[in-house]
């Protein structure tokens, strides 16, 4: 069975194929540590997928590391901002399952369901749940779990040769990966089922015109674009942006109710912080604020 939110589409589909639970094939993996590239600048944590010849299609080990820094970087005080990038021409193609865990035993009803909530839809938890914001800087194809990788995160640039493709319906599966919940809450239910039901690429432009995507610009500007948003967001109140993005977050799946509660509580926290003393202070005295993300 093709799998193709977990598996994906481009030019190397056929690499992409296997049943949820399937084992690894032989010859095939590579370190996540080198195909997950990750450094640290300025409080910025860049995180780039770096398997260009595979355009991207993430396996096992790759979600585990990614995963696994975004919650990294919740945790260290060093870090004020996250970006989640790609080498070549794939932003990420989808998911690879040939690096899956193999199974000893046949599959079971339940396997399939158990392998996209510890795959597909832990790697977007991973990015909706990161306390710090996450910018997506897509590079080129991002399609299944790909595009929904980018749709994930807090802000989305892109090159301008970039294509965003919901390829489930082409594979005749269910989207997943967190894709019928991220869509309809960015724009609507009737183009998320447009786009679902069609299967048809986006390019860049078209993106940003439906608001997937918050800038789109020269392919060759793009990094430039990602390491002046991301300075930016990490000179800013840190943990304020953290409680913005859960509010926001959160606004979608609640009542007004609710909501208010959740803000009054998020203001009552984020004046405990030293960065909100240091914004009243600097207002009052009329001065630029220096904040510490503290």
């Known amino acids: 069975m093709p799998v193709s939110g977990e598996a994906g589409a481009g030019p190397d589909a056929h690499a992409r194929t296997g049943a949820p639970g399937a084992g690894p094939q032989a010859g095939v993996s590579t370190p996540a540590v080198a195909t997950v590239l990750h450094t640290l600048d300025g409080g910025v944590s860049w995180i780039t997928l770096n398997r260009p010849e595979a355009m991207n299609a993430v396996t096992w080990d790759q979600r585990e590391r990614v995963s696994a820094l975004l919650a990294e970087a919740s945790a260290d005080p060093a870090v004020r901002a996250v970006v989640l990038t790609a080498t ?42 990161c306390e710090k914001p996450v910018i997506a800087a897509v590079n080129g194809t991002a399609a299944g779990i790909g595009a929904h990788l980018a749709f994930a995160c807090d802000l989305v640039l892109a090159a301008d040769t970039a294509t965003f493709i919901e390829v489930f319906v082409r594979r005749g599966l269910v989207p997943d990966g ?35 995507v918050n800038r789109t610009v020269p392919a060759g500007q793009l990094e430039a674009l990602a390491k002046e948003w991301a300075g930016r967001l990490a000179t800013g109140p840190t943990r304020a942006l953290a409680l913005t993005k859960q509010l926001v977050n959160a606004s979608l799946d609640t009542d007004r109710a609710t909501a208010f509660a959740a803000e009054a509580a998020a203001q009552e926290i984020n004046m405990t912080t030293r960065d909100a003393n240091e914004g009243v202070a600097s207002f009052v005295e009329r001065r630029p604020p220096t904040y510490e993300g503290r």
């Open 88 to 129: 070549g021409r794939g932003f990420c193609a989808g998911a690879d399952l040939r690096g899956t865990p193999a199974p000893d035993r046949e599959r079971a009803p339940g396997d399939v369901a158990r392998t996209i909530r510890m795959g597909a839809q832990r790697l977007i938890s991973a990015v909706l749940d």
């Open 178 to 212: 967190g894709g019928a919940y991220l869509l309809p809450r960015l724009v609507g239910p009737q183009r998320a089922k447009e786009l679902m039901f069609f299967g048809d690429a986006l390019t860049a432009a078209d993106a940003e015109r439906l608001g997937l």
